[in-house]
């Protein structure tokens, strides 16, 4: 199982970003998944978790602004990043938990990362 992660690019402040994040195979039952950014001057920062009864949290500082989401039947989780700043400049990660249905064994994949820069 591989996780794609796409959706970043350049904005300017204010603006908005959908991020996705896509299971390769569909043997594969999602369970928690995360967000994750990391910025060289801040070192990595869970942004967002969904777990699998679709619950949610979110890091304070995009809160109100981000949202997690997710597609069953897709296998993709969603961010959606609205009112973007600065400081949300940084190579954003998903990671998400989950069973690998042909075993039945827990599995953990992370997404390559993806890039979203905003400017001021």
């Known amino acids: 199982v591989q996780l794609q992660a796409y959706g970043g690019g350049l904005v300017q402040a204010g603006g908005s970003l959908r991020l996705s994040c896509a299971a390769s195979?569909?043997?594969?039952?999602?369970?928690?998944m995360y967000w994750y950014r990391e910025a060289p001057e801040s070192g990595r920062q869970l942004v967002a978790i969904m777990t699998a009864d679709g619950s949610t949290n979110y890091a304070d500082s995009v809160k109100g602004r981000f949202t997690i989401s997710r597609d069953n039947a897709k296998n993709t989780v969603y961010l959606q990043m609205n009112s973007l700043r600065p400081d949300d400049t940084a190579v954003y990660y998903c990671?998400?938990?989950?069973?690998?249905?042909?075993?039945?064994?827990?599995?953990?994949?992370w997404g390559q990362g993806t890039l979203v820069t905003v400017s001021s």
């Open positions: 195979s569909s043997g594969f039952s999602m369970r928690t």
């Open positions: 990671n998400v938990d989950g069973v690998v249905l042909a075993t039945g064994r827990h599995a953990d994949y």
